[in-house]
């Protein structure tokens, strides 16, 4: 089954007590050759904001960040006494580091994390000392990340870190999750959770893939029967608005941008209970079938719910970004319809559908461009010539023809990228398969230096037919660690074998903090899931 | 059947009065003298039961305690909720019995250790799809969990670490959870190979490897030709048989590299004076013969992996021939019931191997008479195991994975062998996976959809 130096690492991994790695690799880490390290006191650990910080206490996204980190380094940890007991086991060169100062040079501290923030950070821990400076609150969190998996027990059970001096930071602005909750609903709870191990593996952007044909089930203030209609429960299988509003703000807690994604005109059909007339009426012969297609692209009332539809989810979604869709449009039905067979023939479109398609997608944009915000869209809507903007980002998934030649031609097109084809998680297979999701280089065709700066990241994609809540997190990690790292650290970053030590180790430090992840291979943990 | 239900004692009786009757009491009948309460279930129990639903009092007749056990799953299924909340049975007549014998699922607990609680909720859903046997692949090349008696050092130097072992008590506490679900747990204890780990705390029992005249410090499978090898396995195999009830052992035998055997000097000396040549299947045969003379001696049958057969070991009459290899293996039950064995089928229920999509119908769609072969050949094959095999599972994902694909074979096992619609299938498999979830069990999704109750996540 699985290859013999793998089997050989397996032994090795449970040999070695393997060091504290981050995951995902830092651009660059250099310790002392002396070694070193500091002991951190749980009781009187504190996380603090340096001098001259353009941050301080007033800071929510890193007093929320101290409080977290504070209970995933020492969870419950009983404070001390306030003096110190000196301990005869302790190594003399073995400092205390009794706090973290904070220092952050951009005093924005409420807003929303964005394409251009800046996610840098340096994390320096020295002789009694620990600093992490950044840009911006973003590059903060990064940083508070990866002291957190610095942080490990020696054998007395006493909390150290290693001497250490990190400068990070990411090689993609746009590094994504892909959930879907259309197939199959996921409670607020278990979008809540992914996002925090999102955190953990630095990911910045959620991709809410919210509706498409199953069900609907995101609450629309100005339109209330499509999730009453179209939801698999109207009850019980929907997404407030307080929902839709916690989700962003757990995530902007943790530097993670919502984009949501309202995929039309195709992936519509649970639209069509609660919007009587927005969806196609497919025929059969003359007379209609009973069954409905896409979106109506030739009626003038098509448009006003679009409009009040995205005016909604524009002031909803905070971030400059929705993604808009755009895949897999079925022409059969259109083609069906003799009403839009006689619009084709008004427009001039003759038998081309794209034409069609086109046509629709171009107000589509107009309006989400007039709403402020900028569009992703699917590869089709590129592949099928679409009349685009000229800031439209196009988001490759297919597998029809090998996706770095896609990539070249959106991106010698002009437009910005992002890779996702590699990476559909919801694709499983036998075996350690985060390899090939770790081995893609998602620069790897040929284009010029400027067509390479047009890839923006990339989507691990997380499709829900065969996934909700009792088997999402298994599913995603570590697996989706794989992406995070590609996505993360250099390029040169590679090795299978030390990606598998650090992986794995890193998959026992999810364990650790509650994670329901799966093994990566043979092997064990020191606490298991479900165990003692 | 009911969960967190709230029922009023005595109550006035309902408003306006209901049009259906009440249904009070489920009897339960034990026809037979050895009801199997006190003891532990086997391949020969009894698991029919006839089930009448109707007013006021439903009746639940079985020879034995496995039948009823069975019935009060099937009773339990059959009630549900309409819109108000009231718990609903239709009138119903059941008459049903397993189509095969033997329904198991096979854990590995040494590729990945498996909290007791995973095991145990694990049979729960056994339950819930009456499978009736566990059988639990306990230790393995990578980690020895199971915490012997009479050599503590096995799993002292063996499991991954003190807490990933199997207690005495954990071991009783598995075997009468699972009897009191009328399931079996049959333990295996695979050799001569896939003992890496028992090397660790028992010196001299695995063959030293060599190359050339140096040993290499690494070692292969068990040592055949040395009497403390026997001298050991008497001593462990009396521990088993006692420490399990069950009739059978699973001795393994499956996957024996000759590579370490053919580099001992000693090993090459034996085969030598045995007469053996270079055929070392001859001396796995003789390790494996040996074995199950020591199992037979304590009264326990054994069942064994295919190659213990295709390499012609001697086996006794009775030996229980398990076939997993997926190649043609409708041409080697062909063969073992041929020879007059009795067979168990995995091999096209490798549940370990996942794909993206609906595999349960593939697992579904298997018929496991179809190989060519007499009546009475078709009569020893007993039935089957899905098995779900450690190398990428724990408990973190052990549920998921194995409900509800393993359900697929449970029907295929349990009912007649014309139950084959999918479509029919589907709509039940689909309804018996939001019972599942009711009930606990994070069984994954089917296809895309919703449960009124979902998984609390």
């Not at chain 1, 990070?168 to 709870?189: E, K, M, V």
């Not at chain 2, 050092?153 to 679900?181: C, F, M, Q, W």
């Not at chain 2, 001569?192 to 292969?220: M, V």
């Not at chain 2, 326990?300 to 190659?307: A, D, H, L």
């Amino acid at each position: 089954m699985a290859a013999g130096w793998l089997r050989l690492l397996a032994v090795l991994m449970l040999l070695l007590q393997p060091a504290a790695a981050v995951w995902p690799r830092p651009q660059v880490q250099r310790s002392p050759r002396g070694g070193g390290r500091c002991l951190l006191p749980p009781g009187r650990f504190r996380f603090g904001h340096a001098a001259g910080s353009a941050v301080g206490p007033g800071c929510t996204v890193l007093e929320a960040a101290f409080q977290r980190y504070r209970a995933l380094l020492f969870g419950a940890a009983r404070p001390t006494e306030n003096e110190p007991v000196p301990s005869t086991e302790n190594p003399p060169q073995a400092l205390p580091c009794t706090q973290l100062l904070v220092f952050v040079a951009t005093p924005d501290c409420d807003g929303f994390p964005n394409l251009d923030s800046k996610e840098s950070y340096k994390l320096s821990v020295s002789e009694g000392s620990l600093l992490l400076s950044a840009d911006a609150v973003w590059g903060a969190l990064r940083g508070l990340e990866t002291f957190s998996q610095l942080v490990g027990r020696d054998q007395n059970g006493a909390y150290y870190i290693n001497k250490t001096e990190i400068e990070d930071f990411p090689r993609f602005p746009h590094r994504g999750l892909l959930l879907d909750t259309s197939r199959h609903y996921l409670p607020l709870r278990a979008i809540l959770e992914t996002l925090d191990v999102m955190a953990y593996n630095k990911f910045n952007v959620f991709h809410w893939h919210i509706v498409d044909d199953p069900s609907f089930p995101y609450e629309s203030s100005t339109f209330p029967e499509l999730s009453k209609q179209g939801a698999f429960n109207a009850m019980s299988h929907v997404y407030t608005a307080g929902d839709v509003q916690a989700v962003i703000e757990y995530a902007r807690l943790r530097g993670i941008r919502v984009i949501a994604e309202f995929d039309t005109p195709g992936h519509t059909l649970s639209w069509g209970p609660g919007a009587p007339g927005l969806l196609t009426p497919c025929y059969s012969g003359k007379h209609p079938s009973g069954t409905y297609g896409p979106i109506n692209p030739i009626l003038n009332r098509t448009y006003q719910f679009v409009t009040s539809l995205f005016q909604e989810v524009s002031s909803v979604f905070p971030d400059f970004f929705l993604h808009l869709g755009g895949d897999e449009v079925d022409f059969t039905c259109w083609k069906s319809n003799p009403e839009i067979r006689a619009f084709m023939k008004q427009m001039g479109f003759d038998e081309d559908y794209r034409k069609l398609e086109s046509f629709y997608i171009q107000r589509l944009l107009d309006i989400v461009s007039s709403l402020g915000k900028g569009s992703i869209l699917w590869q089709e809507v590129f592949d099928n010539g679409v009349k685009l903007r000229p800031d439209s980002v196009i988001h490759v998934w297919k597998t029809s023809k090998p996706y770095m030649e896609e990539m070249a031609d959106v991106t010698k097109a002009g437009y910005q990228a992002l890779l996702s084809t590699p990476w559909y998680l919801n694709r499983i297979s036998y075996g350690q398969d985060w390899m090939a999701a770790y081995q893609v280089e998602p620069l790897k065709f040929k284009g010029s230096a400027k067509q390479k700066d047009l890839v923006i990241g990339g989507e691990a994609c997380m499709w829900g037919e065969y996934v909700d809540v009792t088997n999402l997190t298994p599913r995603l990690w570590p697996r989706a660690g794989a992406v995070a790292e590609r996505l993360w650290s250099n390029a040169s970053v590679r090795n299978l074998q030390d990606a598998y030590m650090r992986l794995a180790a890193f998959r026992c430090q999810l364990l650790g903090r509650g994670v329901q992840a799966q093994p990566l291979y043979v092997g064990y943990c020191e606490n298991e899931f479900g165990g003692f | 059947m009911f969960g967190q239900s709230r029922w009023r004692k005595r109550s006035r009786g309902p408003l306006g009065g209901r049009a259906e009757p009440e249904l009070l009491q489920l009897q339960v009948v034990i026809e037979s003298q050895h009801s199997g309460c006190h003891s532990y279930p086997h391949l020969g129990s009894s698991e029919a039961y006839h089930l009448t639903v109707t007013e006021p009092v439903a009746v639940l007749k079985a020879d034995e305690v496995w039948g009823a056990l069975r019935g009060l799953e099937t009773f339990s299924q059959l009630v549900h909720e309409d819109d108000f909340g009231s718990f609903l049975v239709n009138e119903s007549e059941i008459d049903d019995f397993p189509r095969f014998a033997h329904r198991g699922i096979l854990l590995d607990t040494s590729r990945h250790y498996l909290p007791v609680k995973s095991i145990l909720t694990n049979l729960d859903a056994m339950a819930f799809n009456k499978f009736n046997v566990l059988h639990w692949h306990i230790v393995d090349d990578q980690s020895f969990p199971y915490q012997s008696i009479y050599f503590p050092e096995l799993s002292d130097k063996g499991a991954y670490s003190y807490n990933h072992i199997y207690t005495p008590s954990d071991v009783r506490l598995v075997i009468e959870y699972a009897r009191l679900r009328g399931i079996r747990v049959i333990p295996e204890f695979d050799t001569p190979g896939h003992t890496q780990s028992w090397g660790k705390g028992q010196k001299d029992l695995l063959t030293p490897c060599y190359n050339g005249e140096q040993p290499t410090g690494s070692f292969g499978p068990v040592n055949p030709i040395l009497n403390t090898t026997y001298d050991f396995m008497t001593q462990f195999f009396k521990e088993i048989s006692s420490v399990f009830p069950d009739a059978y052992i699973h001795l393994g035998g499956d996957e024996v590299n000759f590579d370490c055997w053919k580099s001992n000097p000693n090993v090459k000396e034996f085969m030598k004076k045995q007469g053996f040549g270079i055929d070392y299947a001859k001396l796995e045969s003789y390790y494996i013969q040996k074995i199950l003379d020591i199992v037979s001696s304590y009264n326990k049958g054994y069942i064994v992996w295919q190659e213990v057969f295709d390499n012609k070991a001697q086996l006794k009459p009775d030996t229980v021939v398990q076939v997993w290899m997926e190649n043609n293996y409708a041409h080697e039950l062909s063969s073992v019931t041929g020879a007059g064995f009795t067979a168990i089928l995995a091999a096209p229920w490798y549940l370990d191997y996942i794909s993206y999509g609906q595999d349960w119908k593939k697992y579904y769609s298997v018929e496991p008479l179809n190989f060519p072969g007499s009546e009475k050949q078709k009569k020893l094959l007993i039935g089957g195991e899905a098995c779900l095999w450690g190398e990428f599972v724990d408990a973190t994902n052990l549920t998921p994975r194995l409900w509800p694909r393993a359900s697929a074979v449970g029907e295929r096992l349990w009912s007649s062998s014309n139950v084959t619609d999918l479509e029919d299938a589907y709509k039940r498999l689909t309804n018996h996976r939001c019972r599942m979830l009711r009930r606990g069990i994070a069984a994954e999704p089917v296809f895309v959809g919703y449960c009124a109750h979902e998984a609390r996540g």
